[in-house]
DNA sequence: ATAAACCCTATCATTTTTATAGACTTTATA
DNA sequence: TATAAAGTCTATAAAAATGATAGGGTTTAT
C-alpha cells in the first residue's frame, strides 16, 4: 500500500492539475479540499518541488503549481519519491539496493531471480500511468 | 516492500520445496539455514499452516512439509495472507476495501480509476508467480 | 515416562509513519 | 516602507506498524 504521504502528493497533483489555468495554488486550498493537514501537505509540496514536479512562487500571491506535463509524470516517479523503492526486495531495488541478510548467495537465490521479473513487469505498469490518466478519468 | 514476515515466508517455502523428499522439516533448521529467529519464523509457519499452504506433523519427529503444489502457491496468495492488500489504495483492495477519507466521490475520483487498473495488471503478475517459479531457477 | 516438536497468546522493543510547532525568508501592495 | 501573505526549513512529538521474544500448553514417538 502507498503511505498517506504518496496518497497526498497524488491528490495535490491531480488538484494542481486540475487548476492550471491559475497562476498558483495555495497549499491550504488543496489542504481544504481533501481535508488534509496544512503542514503535513506542505512537506509533501516540498518534496515534490525539489525534485523538479513543481515550481513555487513564494510572499504574497505565491503559490504552487505544475512545472511538467501531466504526462510526464508517472506513477513510478512520485511514488520513488515519497515511498522509496518499488521492487519488492532490497535485492532487486533498482534505485535503493541492500542485500538480503537471509540469503546467502544472490546469483543462486531463486527469489531473487523471480523478484528482478515482477519488479522488471511492475515498472512497466509504473512508468506508463501517468498524472495525465488520472486527470483524463 | 514486502515485509520481513513475507520475505521469511517464502525463504520457508522455498526450503520445504527443495525438501519435499522429507516427510518434514523442523522449524529449527529453516530458521538455522536463513539465520532467522526461531520464534519469529514459528508465527510465520503456523498462519501459513492455518492458510492451508502447509501441513504440520506434532510431537517426536514432527515438523513442516508442503501440502499444496509449488505451482499451485501464487506470490499474491502469501503476501496477501503476510502483508495484507496486494492494491496500492485502500479503496481499491479487493479482499480488504476501505474508503479513503480525503477522497470525496470515489465515482469520479482518477486515482481510483488509475488504481484500479494498476492492480489489476498487478494482480496479473502476482498471481502467475508461483512457488514453482522460485524452485526452478 | 520422557523428550521432542508444534500450538497459542501475550507482551515488549524498535522502527516507520504521521502530524505538529515555530522561527525564517520572500514578495506584493497599500 | 511597513505589513501581511505565503512558501522554506528543521526539529520534535505522537501514533501505528513491524519485528522479536517469552513461556506455558498439547501432541506423539520411543
Known amino acids: 500500500m502507498l503511505s498517506k504521504k504518496t496518497k497526498y502528493a497524488l ?16 497549499i491550504q486550498d488543496i489542504a481544504e479540499d481533501h481535508g488534509i493537514s496544512h503542514k503535513f501537505l506542505e512537506n509533501i509540496l516540498l518534496e515534490l518541488k525539489k525534485a523538479g514536479i513543481l515550481g513555487s512562487k ?15 509524470i508517472p506513477l513510478s516517479k512520485v511514488i520513488r519519491l515519497l515511498d522509496g523503492p518499488i521492487a519488492l526486495l532490497p535485492c532487486v531495488s533498482l534505485n535503493y539496493y541492500e542485500p538480503c541478510a537471509e540469503c546467502k548467495d544472490e546469483a543462486t537465490c531463486g527469489i531473487n531471480k523471480v523478484m ?22
Open 11 to 26: 491528490h495535490a497533483l491531480t488538484y494542481l492539475g486540475k487548476h492550471r489555468d491559475e497562476k498558483t495554488v495555495l
Open 58 to 72: 513564494k510572499g504574497k500571491g505565491g503559490g504552487y503549481y505544475l512545472i511538467k506535463e501531466p504526462k510526464d
Open 116 to 137: 528482478i521479473q515482477v519488479r522488471d513487469e511492475t515498472l512497466k505498469i509504473l512508468e506508463n500511468k501517468t498524472l495525465e490518466d488520472i486527470l483524463k478519468t
